[in-house]
């Protein structure tokens, strides 16, 4: 009887179907051991590591948000300048108090007002992309791409084309500081990705926004109110990318109107290679979490071998092409 339930469980075990699962995680470790033998193990130093997840920690937020929206068959392109005008709003008002300081008469604010304030911003931007795709029909890649443009014509009016510094060390905590010796990006991003996963997977807005992404025409009959759930998304994305612009901005210690170039690409790879289908209906915040790690890996890879900036932004082209070219195979 028992070697009959042996031989049962055995058989149901779909090996195939485990490692296609997972496959994403082997890359990562593949990708791993291929730059701890190129850089003669440097790469596995702790401090390298924490570098690693510290400097991908950004992308990965903002890819939690492009989650929901590739699953719901969008595209956000405008993400990284949010990150540019959340960023340089935030340090405006997170300035030590000066007379050369953007507002000299302002006095010293705690510093939750401007990171709250930084992450509204990104909100307002991604609420006003949801109303355009949800309420005027814009396809998301021309209402973004708009975005994209306006978003980082007003950062740089805001600034005058000039980065903002001298931050209070309380914001500057925010993205060089540690908890328990943990770095609060990291501790950040745990957060966010938990909440994400409780949205996406056990609530009714994440059901939803599976449903649309696998069948809009279903969904709409079924009564689920699209416009609404594409504007939370697009809200909720703009957001997360207010919150990356803070993280970035404290790293740095400057509100620099250029912040976040080309980060789109980043995000969009990321959420991409992690198993978020361009078809819509499928993806999960744990496959982003990888998809992200391996940027990161890759990143700090080429940093650590010195390989070019241009070269890199070739090879990341080329990762994001390969991660689609497998997607469409998949879906045939």
């Known amino acids: 009887m028992s070697t009959s339930s042996g031989t049962t469980a055995k058989a149901s075990f779909d090996t195939g179907a485990f490692i296609k699962k997972y496959a994403i995680i082997f890359i990562l470790i593949a990708f791993i051991v291929l730059l701890a033998i190129a850089t003669g193990g440097s790469f596995l130093q702790t401090r390298n590591l924490f570098n690693v997840v510290v400097q991908v920690a950004p992308i990965a937020i903002i890819a939690l948000g492009m989650t929901f929206v590739i699953i719901t068959n969008g595209i956000d392109l405008s993400v990284g300048s949010t990150v540019a005008l959340s960023a340089v709003v935030a340090c405006s008002l997170a300035q030590v108090v000066s007379p050369t300081s953007m507002y000299p008469n302002l006095p010293a604010l705690p510093i939750l007002l401007p990171v709250v304030i930084g992450i509204l911003v990104g909100a307002a931007t991604g609420l006003v992309n949801g109303f355009l795709i949800s309420f ?164 700090n890879g080429m940093d650590l071998m010195n390989v070019s900036p241009f070269m890199q932004l070739v090879v990341k082209g080329a990762i994001i092409v390969v991660a689609i070219i497998i997607d469409e195979r998949k879906n045939r």
């Open 136 to 299: 005027f029909k814009i396809a998301p890649f021309i209402a973004t791409l708009g975005m994209m443009t306006a978003a980082r014509g007003v950062a740089l009016m805001y600034t005058d084309g000039r980065p903002i510094s001298r931050l209070a060390a309380g914001y500057n905590f925010i993205g060089q500081g540690s908890i328990l010796g943990i770095p609060v990006p990291i501790l950040l991003l745990i957060l966010c990705a938990v909440l994400a996963h409780v949205l996406l997977t056990y609530t009714r807005f994440g059901r939803h926004t599976y449903a649309i992404g696998g069948n809009e025409q279903a969904a709409r009959v079924s009564g689920i109110n699209i416009g609404r759930v594409r504007l939370w998304i697009f809200t909720l994305t703009g957001a997360l990318a207010g919150l990356a612009g803070v993280i970035l901005s404290a790293r740095i210690g400057s509100g620099n109107p250029q912040l976040g170039t080309m980060m789109e690409l980043d995000v969009i790879t990321a959420t991409v290679i992690g198993g978020t289908s361009f078809n819509g209906g499928v993806g999960t915040i744990w496959g982003t979490i990888v998809g992200a790690l391996i940027i990161g890996v890759i990143n």
